[in-house]
């Protein structure tokens, strides 16, 4: 498994998928979506590409974090302070190492939570169009409080969507309700068309979906199917599904990584689905090949 910093020389950090395959990030809980991770840099990490592909609360718990959107501005993010991020933002990080080492929790929000969450709600909220890019939340001793309440393992799902309905309310409590709402509800314009070789070249495609793809190259789903197509002569899922499976079959011959490991790292929620895809393409399973090396 790669850091981090080896991680991202070569690739903008698509989260949350990237980071199950990262060795300095910690799973704390995760079922769907819905994931709570635990992050310790000790390196400086500069230029850090990523984009959020599930909506995504971070506390800092020690250290410090700046972030840049795509407009430059900058975002510091010390000790005791959080920001939530909605789904589709690409944004840049920066670490430099003072006297701390960055720790901190990341939070992402399956669909059904945020739903589940809104649901609470019995009027429309007031989400202008115009709604901000991010939360941030400073001074929160209530978040500390919070994350050490989950330490140890969330074996329980139904425990973690209550737990993370606890972190939602308790996030717009201490927002007010004035901005944290509509950067929740908030829907991310497309960006500008990219050419779609190089996008794909260049990414860490692996750990996306096709809609995360169409918004990426700037187009809509249907016209990003269309372009593809055109481009590659088979469906992006397809190739996005080879893809995934060849690279599994390298980790699985050159590299000394359990099946497990592997499904893990190519973004399989379970390791059934993995040797069934597997088997499959290659008509024997990642056992099988291993054994063959």
Not at 125 to 136: K, Y
Not at 214 to 238: C, E, I, M, W
Request: charged fraction near 25%; proline fraction near 4%.
């Amino acid at each position: 498994m790669k850091t981090i910093f080896e991680h991202t020389q070569s690739s903008v950090l698509v989260l949350p998928q990237a980071l199950f395959a990262i060795k300095d990030v910690a799973v704390v809980s995760h079922h769907k979506n819905s994931v709570i991770f635990y992050k310790s840099l000790e390196r400086d990490l500069v230029n850090v590409e990523f984009y959020i592909n599930t909506p995504c609360l971070i506390y800092i718990e020690s250290g410090r974090e700046v972030i840049t959107n795509r407009d430059n501005d900058t975002i510091e993010l010390k000790a005791g302070s959080a920001i939530f991020l909605p789904q589709g933002l690409k944004l840049q990080s920066d670490f430099v190492k003072e006297t701390e080492s960055l720790k901190a929790y990341l939070v992402f929000f399956d669909d059904s939570v945020v739903v589940d969450y809104l649901s609470k709600f019995k009027k429309p909220l007031d989400c202008p169009n115009s709604a901000p890019t991010f939360c941030l939340l400073e001074g929160c001793n209530d978040f500390s409080a919070f994350f050490d309440s989950i330490i140890g393992d969330i074996k329980s799902p139904s425990y973690l969507n209550i737990k993370l309905q606890e972190l939602l309310h308790l996030i717009s409590w201490k927002d007010n309700q004035a901005i944290f709402h509509s950067v929740l509800s908030s829907k991310r314009c497309i960006p500008p068309r990219r050419n779609l070789i190089r996008l794909l070249e260049t990414l860490d495609v692996l750990h996306l979906t096709v809609g995360d793809l169409a918004h990426l190259s700037g187009r809509s789903l249907s016209s990003f199917n269309r372009d593809f197509k055109a481009t590659y002569k088979v469906t992006p899922q397809k190739w996005l599904r080879e893809k995934k499976l060849s690279q599994a079959k390298i980790l699985l011959v050159e590299k000394e990584l359990s099946v497990t490991q592997v499904a893990l790292t190519m973004g399989y929620e379970n390791v059934s689905a993995f040797i069934k895809a597997f088997k499959l393409q290659y008509g024997i399973t990642p056992k099988q090949i291993k054994r063959c090396k």
